[in-house]
């Protein structure tokens, strides 16, 4: 098993975690997903990057606040966290988490997730 694999895993333990994927930003491909299948993640990870792309060019060099780190969607019965994966510059990967809305806390699932994804291209 790789450790990108291993690191999907170990984010499935986070309280409400359905599935966790490695999205290519560029193209909103699936690289590796774990969890539960699911039908509508492609789509879902489509729809990530396509926000993190907008994002990024709403966001011009001088804007305050740094950098986009993350985004957070809500919908009526899940919660979709992605967090930017800084490996090397260039590189365009999302870490993307769906969660169980009615399981997770999102507060303390967005901290573990965080401290997780350090590890995800490590």
Do not use: C, W, Y
């Not at 699936?30 to 969890?35: E, I, M, N």
């Not at 396509?50 to 990024?56: K, N």
């Not at 809305?101 to 291209?121: I, Q, T």
Request: aromatic share 2%.
């Amino acid at each position: 098993m790789s450790s990108l694999d291993e690191s999907l895993r170990r984010i499935l333990t986070v309280e409400g975690v359905r599935a966790a994927a490695v999205i290519d930003v560029a193209t909103g491909m699936v690289v590796r997903s774990a969890g539960e299948e699911n039908a509508s993640l492609p789509a879902a990870a489509a729809s990530m990057a396509d926000e993190a792309r907008a994002a990024r060019a709403a966001q011009g060099p001088d804007q305050p606040g740094g950098e986009l780190d993350g985004i957070v969607l809500f919908t009526v019965g899940r919660m979709h966290l992605t967090r930017i994966l800084r490996s090397r510059p260039g590189e365009g990967l999302l870490l993307f988490i769906d969660l169980d809305r009615s399981l997770a806390n999102m507060a303390l699932a967005s901290v573990r997730v965080g401290k997780m994804a350090l590890a995800v291209l490590a």
